[in-house]
């Protein structure tokens, strides 16, 4: 039987055994908080980071009155399969003028048209091959070939000149968004870059300075910029105010000719002339 000393002795034993559990406790909860609020500021830093180093590789090309893109895609369409090279001049308002090669799973070229954005419509014009490629076999052949035809998004499966709006490439991310993520360094042919997701894309911004984005990704493009000379940008989109004003003879992918073999024009008189107007106006603010 332990005397009373002794068991004394045990109570408080037991009392600074409490004091010294719940002293750790506290001073691991405050670790493990010091710990949480360093990780969280080396997170915004890093996306702080990324979110500026996006920014500067991409102010030039975002403030451009035109970018020219080169890339490819593959189309998310069940009717028409393939690679699509393309090549587009992209004007700050969206506006759009270019070409479209398709090439089948060997590489080899399949057939090509032309392509144009303008009013917010996208359009192909192409030869026979093209059409027949596209699925057109009826009576709408003839009446496509060489013509404008107004697409809908399901023909590539998205709208292209939506993919290549510069409000879509080169809009930050929203408040309360994901924050861009850098990755780690990787090569691009020659040229050693750095990988920043955002807005749901990949963009490949060179390591070293000045900063300029090499390449961008999105889960339908891969796209590269190049240079837009004022000269050509000015002789690219007199040629798509020429193409506008044949908009009169554009007709809809989905229209079908009647009896007489007449098909309905996409578009009156009095909605090109507007689209011109818009479009004259929207050139015109970037020297165009």
Do not use: C
């Not at 059409?131 to 496509?144: N, S, Y």
């Amino acid at each position: 039987m332990k005397s009373k000393g002794q068991r004394l002795l045990m109570a408080i034993s037991a009392s600074v055994i409490a004091i010294v559990v719940v002293i750790v406790a506290v001073v691991m909860s405050a670790q493990a908080q010091h710990d949480a609020e360093g990780t969280a500021a080396a997170q915004r830093s890093e996306a702080m980071i990324a979110a500026k180093d996006l920014r500067v590789a991409t102010v030039d090309l975002a403030g451009a009155p035109a970018v020219v893109w080169a890339g490819t895609f593959a189309s998310a369409s069940e009717h028409r399969k393939g690679v699509y090279n393309f090549g587009v001049m992209v004007a700050r308002n969206g506006a759009m003028l270019g070409s479209i090669r398709i090439k089948d799973a060997t590489g080899t070229l399949v057939a090509s048209a032309g392509v144009i954005s303008v009013g917010g419509h996208t359009m192909l014009q192409g030869r026979e091959e093209f059409w027949r490629w596209a699925g057109i076999l009826d009576q709408r052949l003839p009446k496509f070939e060489g013509r404008w035809v107004v697409l809908h998004d399901g023909f590539f499966g998205f709208d292209l000149d939506k993919q290549l709006h510069p409000d879509v490439l080169f809009t930050e991310s929203p408040a309360g968004g994901p924050d861009p993520v850098r990755g780690a360094p990787e090569m691009d042919g020659a040229v050693e870059v750095q990988p920043v997701q955002g807005n749901g894309m990949t963009y490949r911004i060179t390591t070293a300075d000045p900063k300029r984005l090499v390449r961008l990704t999105s889960a339908r493009l891969e796209l590269r910029p190049l240079p837009a000379e004022h000269d050509r940008a000015v002789q690219s989109f007199d040629q798509l105010r020429r193409e506008t004003k044949v908009l009169t003879e554009a007709l809809n992918y989905g229209s079908q000719p009647d009896q007489a073999g007449q098909m309905p024009t996409a578009f009156t008189a009095d909605e090109v002339k507007r689209m011109l107007v818009d479009l004259d106006h929207d050139l015109g603010r970037y020297g165009l």
